[in-house]
């Protein structure tokens, strides 16, 4: 099995941006963090991508078919506002699961409307990094069944 973990906008900043949002852990310490939960929970490939362009998310995502078995995707502020990404992810047809960090349903009026999410089969937030490390669990489950 081979996962793909998307992240979007401003998660290259983990660890400068608002740390009492999204923690001191910085982006280097997701990446080994996905690498490692995707080695537990059974991926031969994980691999880990981080854009700040929309199109560059939609390109990895059209990309991802035929390679990996799945999706974990955290589209950060696209979340709210792509149905591009909404879109891709619903062509490819990969099962995915969406992630926050933070507990975005408790944040912000215009950050309860997903997008991406009406593509996934699951979500995960408010868990800090180690959601990233459910998402994948989540993910090898639903794939394994």
Do not use: W
């Not at 401003?10 to 080695?39: F, K, S, V, W």
């Not at 979340?79 to 062509?91: E, N, P, R, Y």
């Amino acid at each position: 099995m081979n996962v793909l973990v998307l992240n979007g906008p401003n998660l290259n900043m983990l660890g400068i941006r608002e740390p009492g949002i999204y923690g001191t852990q910085t982006y280097d310490d997701l990446e080994d963090l996905c690498h490692a939960a995707g080695a537990e929970a059974g991926f031969e490939t994980v691999g880990v991508f981080q854009s700040n362009h929309e199109g560059d998310l939609v390109d990895a995502i059209q990309e991802a078919r035929g390679v990996y078995d799945g999706i974990v995707i955290n589209p950060a502020a696209y979340t709210h506002t792509s149905i591009a990404i909404l879109d891709a992810l619903k062509a490819v047809g990969l099962p995915a699961v969406e992630v926050h960090i933070s507990d975005v349903d408790s944040r912000e009026p215009f950050r309860q409307t997903s997008y991406a999410g009406m593509a996934c089969f699951a979500r995960v937030a408010g868990e800090g990094l180690q959601g990233y490390a459910h998402a994948i669990r989540m993910l090898a489950e639903h794939l394994e069944a």
